[in-house]
């Protein structure tokens, strides 16, 4: 067993993990053991935390987000949340961005997390507040042990302008149990009134609030914000519902749902006042100092923590956390929405790692990720399915932050002092951001810990200011029209000669490097000594200004920049001058060995010779390697699984994706397919070497099954890159037929260094271009791990499909396995898999499966479909028959869908019908009036309108058919409009 040390705030260890009475492990598990053992509870996994299907939410931030259908009523009723009566279970949840956003206080106190887990058990309609408040008291008290002395009751007091009384049910239920009057508290709507939202289910709560100090009344500090008095858990009773004009309307069926911290019980039953000083966090503590040479951690906070290093532990053991569950439910840091939040907390993990702890960035989140798998994979497996693409997306990006950290807090460092102790300029902030990857909570934190402020207006109006620029280059396209004439490049040659060529070897690196300005080309001028930014340039400038977005060219003695080649896109990044001024690259060509860099001037002046620092955008550059060693290994595979005919015909590197076209005489079976897709994934499983060699360009070719384009030219010596074996090793024996086995191809691009770097390898589709040429479109990476987890939730939803099998019984019918559901009731889950099996992206092979076994469900399902509308309209004809008893109309309700109330009406054609069913949390009504009745003053649109009057809704036809939908559809008001139909009739008739 491994022991792992549990310190004290003053950082002495008082024992190990093992001699703790409750480690968070046995916290979890009894509480789920005494649901479900005693409780008669179902154990329900957490849900991830990308609500994929709430689009109100950033991410899952309590206990009852996946429950929420069963709340409103719209739960699918295939699912098995439909049947879901008690439940209970350990919810991940992240609050950060969006409405409820604790990452500002993480690290300042004792108990704010990003991310934490939510005990908690639900009743949907099963039991409610005298269970809900006996079982928790009693888990508390009598399992966990916890003292009744330390422990406060809140109900909620009443609200006089909503006309809520006060909750003394609750009040006296704690009362019965043994409770002082003193510890039961009332408290207000804020605290004790929980709403889903503007609109839904609602109800009083009443939270449990532990004394971290005891032995006192600490009745007054309960919500109060004092740290030594905790909430720990939340009891909600579900009974209203909040109407949209803001009325509350009693629920039918009243609903439990309760929230207890992991994380505060833990520290309560631990004996800690702080959540940081239990097992939850002391192996991430014990790995950071390990890790980062650190000194022992003593749970200082604010003032008295004078190095900042206990604030520093508590912040990036936090955000590994938040970091790596993320990741592992699919998403990945970007740079809007979710995604820019995640990246967010990374840099500001980051920038505490290397300020506080002195660390060289790259990969110290990557390497505290197995300790985190090893203390929590066992409950949340998913952290070791997905290890491998958690460590390899925070190594690219704090690789990518560790470029421009330190610069960036250099500026900062002279705008401060610019600044004069005033107020940070908006400008300034942006330029951080944009250029730096500052985001922008970082630098307000910067700012407010040498007491400064940041002009946040002016921040939003330079952040606007600048999307018009970059939306203004984009729009018109305008770095692909800047182009070198045959007389342009003329013009360079002369000017700086053939051996001023510009220098491109570093273009492989991804270090950035100082390069010199040697032309600048502006269309129209064509060349010019310098430009500044039009908002910048005075009257009496001699400079060339360029307004916003504008394009130009620049040419530098050397770069780090790709220059668009062989397939692989340009880089795009960023030539600078810190604080002074910055061009946005958005281009790169070679024009006779002079590289040229197109974008746009983002601020300040540029002339020829200032010395600029190239930065790669490497968060760019990270996928398009992938893409390129990608697209060898599936050259390789299509060699390996079609033949020797698949050459290559072309191909694309892309950012997002890559393309490759090659020779086939016919599509791949969905046999092949599954082959190459394999061969690939092995590929990047056996995370072989990536070798990179310069050889003579006869000696290359002569290696056996080295690959190269038909038609191409290429230089000598010319660049080999092999996957698996070095080919200065094959140049021994260059004929040995054993190279076949090897990818080896002629190639100038940028490539990874193994290839487990590339994590995950989709193909998407592969289709024909031309005769005898296909294509297939694949992604990698973050693409592929999207579309991964894409796959994962669509399979989840297609199983419950298949969880409704069909089959043929002993009668010779085909029937569903659960004999209450009905056809109707699958209809719109098969519309729903089919939209999504044409219009989401998944694997191929994956999208190929499902087809296969869709279209298997889809006939069973229409051929019981068929044999249920059948017997519908047969019974929908039996009640219309003994409504009409002889007569000659009838008001008749049919338990069918909406669907069928036209098929019943056309079958009594001689009548006056007017039929109706509930369906889809609406009343549906048609009516038809033959010429006979109508001769007599009967009206189908008046007869529907008369239904429709009480329902609500709408109504349209004429006088021999009519039909509409009403809203309100409980059934008291469904016969008032029934009763209103059949007077109708007879006022019109007798």
């Known amino acids: 067993m491994v022991i792992q040390s549990v310190q004290d705030p ?17 916290i979890r598990k009894t509480f789920v053991d005494y649901f479900v053992k005693e409780k008669e509870h179902e154990f329900v996994q957490s849900s991830g935390l990308v609500p994929h299907d709430d689009p109100t939410l950033l991410f899952a931030n309590a206990g009852m987000n996946q429950y929420k259908g069963i709340f409103l009523g719209n739960v699918d009723p295939n699912s098995f949340m439909s049947k879901l009566t008690r439940a209970t279970n350990s919810q991940k949840c992240i609050r950060a961005g969006g409405k409820h956003n604790d990452l500002d206080d993480v690290g300042m106190d004792t108990y704010h997390h990003t991310f934490f887990e939510m005990l908690g058990n639900w009743s949907f309609a099963s039991y409610f507040k005298y269970e809900a408040i006996n079982w928790s008291y009693n888990l508390l008290v009598n399992v966990y042990g916890i003292s009744k002395d330390r422990l406060y009751f809140t109900y909620f007091k009443g609200d006089d302008e909503l006309g809520l009384p006060p909750d003394l049910e609750a009040r006296q239920m704690w009362l019965d149990l043994g409770i002082e009057e003193s510890r039961v508290i009332e408290g207000s709507i804020k605290d004790n009134f929980w709403e889903m939202g503007e609109t839904g289910p609602c109800g009083p709560a009443s939270e449990i609030h532990f004394d971290h100090i005891g032995n006192r009344d600490a009745a007054s500090l309960v919500n109060m914000d004092d740290p030594t008095v905790v909430e720990i858990w939340n009891l909600v009773f579900i009974q209203f519902n909040r109407e949209k004009d803001k009325s509350l309307k009693p629920l039918p069926a009243k609903h439990i749902d309760t929230g207890c911290g992991l994380e505060r019980l833990a520290a309560v039953l631990q ?11 002391s192996p991430l503590f014990d790995a950071i100092k390990e890790k980062a040479g650190a000194r022992v951690y003593t749970g200082k906070l604010g003032e008295e923590d004078t190095d900042g290093v206990d604030t520093a532990y508590r912040v990036i053991a936090d955000h590994l956390r938040t970091l790596s569950f993320a990741i ?3 998403c990945v840091p970007s740079n809007d929405g979710r995604g820019y939040v ?30 985190l798998v090893t203390q929590m994979s066992h409950f949340y497996p998913e952290l070791a399915d997905n290890v491998e693409a958690i460590t390899t997306i925070l190594t690219e990006e704090e690789q990518s932050f560790s470029r421009t950290l330190d610069r960036g807090l250099k500026l900062f460092e002279q ?15 942006w330029r951080l951001y944009d250029t730096y990857g500052f985001p922008v909570d970082l630098t307000m934190m910067l700012a407010r810990e040498k007491g400064v402020e940041v002009d946040e207006e002016a921040f939003l109006k330079e952040q606007k200011a600048a999307k018009e620029r970059s939306k203004k280059g984009r729009k018109t396209g305008e770095a692909r029209k800047v182009e070198l004439s045959v007389h342009d490049i003329k013009i360079v040659q002369d000017t700086l000669g053939p051996k001023a ?18 032309m600048i080309f502006q269309p129209g001028k064509p060349f010019v000594d310098s430009v500044t930014a ?27 920049f790709y220059a668009e080649q062989g397939g692989q896109e340009a880089d795009h990044g960023s030539l600078l001058i810190d604080g002074k001024a910055e061009f946005y690259v958005e281009d790169v060509q070679v024009y006779s060995g002079y590289v040229m860099h197109t974008g746009y001037l983002k601020y300040g002046t540029l002339q020829k010779g200032d010395t600029v620092t190239c930065q790669v955008d490497d968060l760019r550059r990270f996928p398009v390697r992938n893409n390129h060693t990608a697209t060898h290994i599936l050259n390789h595979a299509l060699r390996n699984v079609v033949g020797e005919g698949t050459d290559q015909k072309g191909s694309l590197v892309a950012q997002e994706k890559l393309r490759f076209d090659f020779s086939a005489k016919k599509g791949l079976t969905p046999e092949e397919l599954q082959k190459v897709q394999g061969h690939c994934e092995e590929v990047l499983k056996k995370n072989e070497k990536i070798y990179t060699r310069e050889l003579a360009l006869e000696a290359a070719k002569s290696i056996y099954g080295l690959r190269a384009v038909f038609g191409e030219v290429y230089p000598d010596p010319v660049r080999v890159v092999s996957i698996g074996v070095d080919p200065e090793e094959c140049l021994k024996d260059p004929g040995n037929e054993q190279w076949y086995q090897y990818s080896m191809e002629l190639c100038g691009g940028t490539h ?14 592969e289709s024909a271009i031309a005769k005898g040429i296909r294509r297939i479109i694949a992604v990698t990476g973050e693409d592929a791990w999207r579309v991964y987890k894409t796959d994962q939730d669509f399979s989840k939803r297609f199983q419950e499909i298949q969880r409704v099998v069909l089959e043929r019984k002993a009668d010779g019918h085909i029937h569903f396995t659960n004999a209450e559901w009905k056809a109707k009731d699958l209809e719109k889950s098969i519309k729903d898999v089919q939209r999504d099996l044409d219009g989401l992206v998944l694997p191929l092979t994956s999208r190929q499966a499902y087809r296969k076994q869709f279209e298997g469900i889809k006939a069973k399902f229409m051929q019981v479909s068929k044999e249920e509308v059948k017997a519908e309209i047969k019974e929908a004809n039996e009640r219309v028959k003994e409504a009409l008893d002889e007569g000659e109309w009838a008001v008749v309700e049919l338990n069918c869908g909406k669907g069928r109330l036209r098929e019943v009406l056309n079958g009594w054609k001689d009548k006056a019908l007017l039929v109706y069913a509930k369906e889809d949390d609406k009343v549906h009504v048609q009516a038809l009036v033959p010429k006979a009745l109508i001769g007599k003053g009967l009206s189908a649109i008046k007869w529907v309108t008369e239904f429709m009057s009480e329902t609500g809704g709408r109504q349209g036809g004429k006088e021999a058919s009519a039909q509409g939908s009403g809203d309100r559809h409980d059934e008291t008001t469904v016969q008032k409009a029934r009763t209103k139909a059949i007077n109708y009739v007879k006022n019109v008739l007798e």
Do not use: H
Request: contains cysteine; charged residues 25%.
């Open 10 to 26: 003053d950082g002495t260890t008082t024992g190990t993990k093992a001699d703790i009475e409750w480690p968070v492990e046995r």
């Open 271 to 281: 004996g800690k006042r702080s959540n940081y000083d239990t097992d939850v966090f």
């Open 328 to 330: 592992a439910d699919g």
């Open 342 to 371: 995640i990246r967010r907390i990374l840099r500001r993990g980051c920038r505490y790692a290397r300020q506080t702890f002195d660390v060289q960035l790259g990969t110290f989140f990557a390497s505290l990720v197995p300790t």
């Open 415 to 429: 705008i401060l002092e610019a600044s004069g102790g005033k107020a940070i300029a908006g400008k300034d902030v």
């Open 501 to 518: 060529m510009t220098n491109d070897i570093f273009k492989y690196s991804l270090e950035n490097i100082e390069g010199k300005v040697q």
């Open 534 to 560: 039009s908002d910048e340039a005075s009257e009496k400038s001699t400079q060339s200004s360029v307004a916003a977005g504008d394009q130009f060219g620049i040419i530098l003695d050397r770069t780090n």
């Open 752 to 765: 990874v260094p193994q290839t487990a770097d590339i994590n995950r390898f989709y193909i998407l589709e």
